[in-house]
């Protein structure tokens, strides 16, 4: 199994920026469709991005469409999540995930790999 390492979570202001990392280890990351998923407290785990193997293919939850960028870096084994105009509704733990086959998948039950999680808070 391939393991996961998120980086990059912090506290900003509504309208800022953060880059989230995913540096995967143990695996064949450029095989693998990768994902990121956020849960805030109180809710239930959400659907934020996906990306697949070769980067071809990608979708977005319509809350985060046209704000978060995911992309990968397959020679660095690295995914990445570029966040952008952050709202307070944007604070969660973001967790990065693998899955076994080369496309996405907006289905946490189709990853099987899962980092620790980040910690991003928007304040208001």
């Known amino acids: 199994q391939v393991q996961l390492v998120e980086s990059g979570g912090g506290l900003v202001q509504a309208g800022g920026s953060l880059r989230l990392s995913c540096a995967a280890s143990?695996?064949?990351?450029?095989?693998?469709?990768m994902g990121w998923f956020r849960q805030a407290p109180g809710k239930e785990r959400e659907f934020v991005a996906t990306?697949?193997?070769?980067?071809?293919?990608?979708s977005y939850a319509d809350s985060v469409k046209g704000r978060f960028t995911i992309s990968r870096d397959n020679a660095k084994s690295t995914l990445y999540l570029q966040m952008n105009s952050l709202k307070p509704e944007d604070t969660a733990i973001y967790y990065c995930?693998?899955?076994?086959?080369?496309?996405?998948?907006?289905?946490?039950?189709?990853?099987?790999?899962w980092g620790q999680g980040t910690q991003v808070t928007v304040s208001s």
């Open positions: 995930a693998a899955r076994t086959e080369i496309w996405d998948s907006r289905t946490a039950r189709d990853y099987v790999s």
């Open positions: 143990g695996g064949t990351f450029s095989r693998r469709g």
């Open positions: 990306i697949s193997a070769g980067a071809l293919r990608s």
